[in-house]
């Protein structure tokens, strides 16, 4: 696996001390109120948190924890990822971006950069032709930053029972 540093963070992978905070931040309604599911259950969040190292294990890529330098508190998570969504084949086959970041993490442009550093990296590594994204129709604050990161809308589609918006970044 990988570790990058940016300005401010350090994105790397999960380890086991990461945990709680990931618990805490997966616990509260404020940031899971976008990501399409109610907050986590201990062992709910426990299986996600898994799923981190077992998708970098699998397909040699995935998301990173990531980690404020200042303090070197874990913020959230930052990345691309394989989720299996069954949304298509203009959005399943390709890398998809993803972020989480806790309430501390949030409004200081971590989200920024932290993808624009995962983004550079998955160009250099992986060359993928496109990426892909979904976020909440509500979910503003996500929706300027795929905009920042050169995503953009190709329609609204279901997941889960909710609203979502597909977004695609073609790689040139």
Not at 51 to 57: F, I, L, P, T, V
Not at 107 to 116: L, P, R, T
Not at 148 to 154: D, H, S
């Amino acid at each position: 696996m990988h570790k990058i540093e940016t300005e401010r963070l350090v994105l790397r992978p999960h380890i086991a001390n990461d945990f709680d905070a990931y618990k805490a931040m997966s616990q509260d309604p404020e940031v899971m109120q976008f990501i399409g599911r109610e907050p986590s259950k201990d062992d709910e969040a426990w299986l996600r948190f898994l799923a981190h190292s077992g998708r970098w294990e699998f397909c040699g890529y995935g998301l990173f924890a990531v980690i404020e330098k200042e303090n070197a508190r874990y913020i959230g998570d930052a990345g691309f990822s394989d989720f299996r969504r069954g949304l298509g084949a203009d959005f399943d086959p390709y890398h998809e971006a993803a972020w989480m970041f806790s309430t501390a993490g949030q409004g200081k442009g971590y989200a920024f950069e932290a993808m624009s550093a995962a983004q550079k990296w998955l160009d250099d590594e992986f060359s993928p032709e496109k990426t892909v994204c979904i976020i909440s129709p509500d979910n503003g604050p996500s929706i300027k930053l795929a905009g920042k990161l050169g995503y953009r809308e190709t329609e609204i589609s279901r997941y889960k029972d909710s609203d979502v918006m597909m977004f695609e970044r073609i790689n040139r």
